[in-house]
Every structure is written in C-alpha cells, then in structure tokens.
C-alpha cells in the first residue's frame, strides 16, 4: 500500500472550516484514499472514501487532485466535538489490511 | 450504518491471566475481520487478519501463541492474550470489512478494549 504524509497537528477555529491534506504519491491506480478520524480513548470512526472524483456525505467532503498524488478532507464548520486525530489511508480493493500513520492531530478551539 | 461491537470495553487481571476479548459484527456478515493495539499517544498497529472458518495471519513480530484469535462464524472473532503481563497492557481494537456490493467498501471499528495487567 501507498504511503501518506499528514502534517502532525494543525488548529481551527470553531465554525470556520478544517482542511486537513494529505499526500500519497505513490498511490496506484486501483487504490482507494480513505480517511479515519479518532476521537480520544474510541476506536477509529470511517469518514469518507474516494478513487479519483472528489466525494461528500454528511460529514465532509474529500477533494482528490487531478494527479491523485494528495488530497484534502474538509469538514465545512467545525465543532469542539471534531477535535481528533485524523488518519489518511490508502488501500487497494478487496478486504486488504488498513495501515495506519501518525495521522494528523486537529484542535478546535473555540 | 454499519456497526461493530467489542466486548468488554475494559478488563483488568492479574498477570499470568489469560483475556478473551469479542469483536461481533451486528448488522453484517465479516469474512474478515482485523486486530489492532494501541500503546499511549502511538498510532494503531495492525497485530493480525482473521479470517471466518481459517487461520488469523499475523504481521510480522505479533506471537501467534500468545495472541490467540480465533473467527468461528461470520459475526464474531475473538482475541485471547494468553498468559498476560504487564507489557501486554494496551488498548485493543477491532474492526469488521463490510463486504457490501463493492470491494472497497470500508472497515469499520469497535470501540476497543482498555486491557491493564496488574
């Protein structure tokens, strides 16, 4: 599997929205960018998940570019509750393993 | 949405217990089904892959006689820390592969398990 760089800690304030990026230059065109978050002493819980077009559900959007070397997860108006460490991942099809980096670690002040 | 539960949320015992621990998939069926740990402020590790009706394949360094898994039917996949010391004590946590229409439909995690050995 691809690996990810996520920047270790970032900051937002509440309301305003939260762009976390990650890159996966190594990505291969049959892996999929995933991203996890997970709030202090809980399991992971899934956001979002993407191939190439840029997604949204009800919790954030993910915008892949054009080369799928990065992406970008948006949370439109953050809260205090989306204080976590948010994981970016890439995996291929099929029930293959999630690998797990150091992950980025969002603050929401208010 | 798809849930996963895992049983129980915390346990402590003495060292040289063995701790069984439950990962139930409630509303799907699991082929697959993966062990992670957790130490403090680490990211999660991945300690093996279970798979329904077949042998748990673990990653490398993961001592498969000391973490015994075991994936009996389709909802359920047990972890047993034989044998636990202190050293063992980590959060453990699941997590169950929705097969769904598609294959890359994602994983989705228990709320893990606060293991402390006295």
């Known amino acids: 599997d691809a690996k990810t760089t996520q920047p270790p800690s970032m900051d937002c304030a509440e309301g305003r929205a939260a762009n976390l990026p990650c890159n996966h230059s190594?990505?291969?065109?049959?892996?999929?960018v995933y991203w996890y978050r997970q709030i202090h002493s809980q399991g992971p819980q899934y956001i979002i998940h993407?191939?190439?077009n840029n997604e949204t559900n009800e919790m954030a959007s993910l915008i892949i570019t054009e080369d799928r070397k990065s992406s970008t997860l948006i949370l439109p108006h953050a809260t205090l509750r989306d204080t976590a460490v948010y994981y970016c991942i890439v995996r291929g099809q099929g029930f293959q393993k999630l690998v797990f980096g150091t992950g980025t670690r969002l603050l929401v002040s208010p | 949405g798809a849930v996963v539960s895992q049983h129980p949320s915390w346990v402590i015992c003495k060292s040289g217990t063995s701790v069984k621990i439950e990962c139930r998939s409630l509303d799907f069926q699991a082929t697959t089904m993966f062990w992670y740990r957790q130490f403090p402020k680490q990211s999660l590790m991945l300690m093996a892959t279970s798979n329904e009706g077949s042998k748990a394949t673990y990653e490398q360094g993961v001592e498969k006689d000391k973490f015994l898994i075991n994936h009996a039917s389709l909802t359920l996949s047990t972890l047993t820390v034989t044998s636990a010391h202190p050293e063992d004590s980590s959060f453990y946590i699941c997590?169950?592969?929705?097969?769904?229409?598609?294959?890359?439909?994602?994983?989705?995690f228990g709320d893990g398990t606060r293991l402390s050995i006295l």
């Open positions: 997590s169950a592969h929705d097969p769904g229409p598609r294959g890359n439909q994602p994983q989705h």
């Open positions: 993407g191939l190439k």
């Open positions: 190594t990505i291969s065109g049959n892996e999929y």
